[in-house]
Structures are given as C-alpha cells and as structure tokens.
C-alpha cells in the first residue's frame, strides 16, 4: 500500500531550528512535496525534491533520500508565523499520479 | 495572475438543499481538483479534471457532482448532503494533471450541513 508518516506535533522557540521529517512507502515514487497551512487558511506549496539532496529556498530547506524512502522539511529562524500545519505529499502511481498527503506535522512556535 | 478563487467563503445548507460551489483559475492550468478537508486531517482528494476531462473520482457519493464548463471554471454541485459532509472543500489547479506540479489551493468553501 502507500503510507505517509510524519509526526504528528512539534514544538519550538522563536529563532529556533526544527526539522519535521516524512517517511514514505509507495509503489513508485516520482518526487515528494511539502505544503504549509495556517489555521482556517489554504495550503500552500513550500518545496518539490525529485532527485536526492537538499533544496534550500530562504529559511526552509527540503532533503530527499530516495535510498531510505524519507524526506524531511527543515525551518530555521522560527519565526511565530511560522505556527501552521505542514504536510508531506506524493504523487501517487496510476493513471494520473495524484498527490496524495500526509496526515501533517501541527508546528507551534513559542515566544 | 497566480490566485484560485473560491465561492462561497461559507455555506449553510440543510440535507434537502441543492447547492453549487464555485471555482476559477486564470492561470491557463489544464488541471482543477475538488479536495474535502476535516478538522486537523490533511486534504482529501475528490475529483480530478484535466484538460477538462474527469480523470479521476475518487470513489464519491453521487450526492457530488462536479463540472468543469471550461478550462478556468470547476463547480461542485452538492444535493442531499448529509451532516458528516460538513468540511472545508478546496479547490486546486496546477498546469497539468500528472501530480509533479505545484497545486495552488483556492481559500476554500466551509460548508456546514444541518
């Protein structure tokens, strides 16, 4: 079957660093995706890893290890509006590779 | 123009109602997506246009009913709804079908079924 697991709740402090990793069991793997989403907002896409390595755009970075099927989504600065729900997601294999997301890491940010 | 716009904001409806939700996307996307979203779950897919065409439907209730009438419109129609249909839908677009293309989420739709 396919799987996402990230963590479910990670707490940090204000210009902290704080990495939400995702593990991933799929039939076939094309690229693993990350989105951000406050409270009552939309999602919003942060980063696409196709190839091993890390991406880094700003204070986020996205690392993809397809030997070991994980990811991980890495924040620095913690800012309070960095306070939000993150998922990892997949495109699925089949007809259409359509994302499918994980059930998301809820990211607190304290003073 | 990189926005999908999505209305109503907020809906209210009872189980006997019909209503329409609406979506548009005027960034020449060839795919739209309908997502159900719950309370601290993650997004749910439900239906999957491309190129205008339904690629995919997710094994919904036939009380939703979708239609793209063109490439930037996606409605979702909703008749008979139950109290557990009660979520956030979301609309999405990218610019094609294939999953390997950043989604840009619409605001969403709160529907609230009595």
Known sequence: GQSLEQPSEVTAVEGAIVQINCTYQTSGFYGLSWYQQHDGGAPTFLSYNALDGLEETGRF????????????????????????SYFCAVPLRGTARQLTFGSGTQLTVLP | DTEVTQTPKHLVMGMTNKKSLKCEQHMGHRAMYWYKQKAKKPPELMFVYSYEKLSINESVPSRFSPECPNSSLLNLHLHALQPEDSALYLCASSQDGTGLNEQFFGPGTRLTVL
Do not use: C, P
């Open chain 1, 61 to 84: 970075s996205s690392f993809l290890s397809r030997s070991d099927s994980y990811g991980y989504l890495l924040l620095q600065e913690l800012q309070m509006k960095d306070s939000a």
